[in-house]
């Protein structure tokens, strides 16, 4: 019998991924967006893209502390679809909300420094997701790593720029601030796991917690003939 040629986690991966553009359309088609539908797209594709690179960030720690490796292998799926979601943001804002009017959208994104990050991490993004290929891996060898550490600036770059976009005191926790300042938590949580000793350290306590548990747990002997 031939095995099936994918993972619960890979189908999983690329159902969510496609969820929010499926979702986006059938509420477009059937009249389901807000009353102001251009915001109400730019919104949920940026919230879309961050939970995507939120994900992407999460497969490292997870692989750290449960040893499990295959979330690995969904990084790159979840970090390129965190860029088209990014990059199908970008275009809703420069199409829709300024009819491709150039000279309009800088003066409008010099004006307002969420723009600025935003727009700064977009651009980082680009080269990680082109170089996201193996052939790019091999070609660039060690500088291929160091590239995709770029990561470790974009994410706080995104969570400055998506909480800058709500309305609200951030210092009074007053608005729309809340779910912003949950997914700052999450990203500065998983980027310290990936510090090179805090990410040694969570291996050296999973590897022992995990060899203690098999010690209280012993696989029963089984005899034989």
Same mark, same amino acid.
């Given at each position: 019998?031939?095995?099936?040629? #994918?993972?619960? %986690?890979?189908? +999983?991966? !690329? ?5 929010? &553009?499926?979702?986006? $359309? ?6 389901n967006l807000s009353p102001n539908p251009i915001q109400d797209l730019e919104q949920r594709t940026g919230r879309h893209a961050i939970t995507l690179l939120v994900l992407s960030l999460l ?21 390129? #679809?965190?860029? %088209?979601?990014? +990059?199908? !943001? ?5 199409? &829709?909300?300024?009819? $491709? ?69 951030? &210092? ?54």
């Open positions: 019998m031939k095995k099936f040629p #994918y993972t619960p %986690l890979q189908i +999983a991966v !690329h159902l969510y991924a496609w969820s929010g &553009l499926v979702l986006l $359309l059938f509420d477009y088609f059937t009249g497969c490292t720690p997870i692989n750290t502390i449960f040893k499990w490796s295959e979330p690995l292998k969904r990084r790159r799926a979840l970090g390129v #679809y965190a860029f %088209l979601y990014a +990059a199908i !943001h970008m275009i809703i804002f420069v199409d &829709l909300d300024f009819g $491709l009017a150039w000279s309009s959208v800088i003066k409008e994104v010099v004006e307002k420094p969420r723009l600025i990050v935003g727009v700064i991490a977009f651009i980082l993004l680009i080269p990680l997701a082109l170089t996201s290929f193996d052939i790019w891996k091999k070609r660039l060898g060690k500088n291929w790593k160091r590239l995709h550490q770029l990561v470790y600036l974009i994410a706080p770059l995104v969570f400055l720029h998506y909480i800058w976009s709500k309305k609200g005191d951030l &210092l009074s926790l007053q608005g729309e601030v809340l779910k912003p300042m949950i997914y700052g938590l999450i990203i500065g949580i998983f980027l310290i796991f990936r510090i090179p000793p805090i990410r040694k350290a969570l291996a050296s306590f999973s590897t022992r917690s995990l060899a203690l548990l098999n010690k209280k747990d012993p696989q029963p002997k089984v005899d034989t003939p």
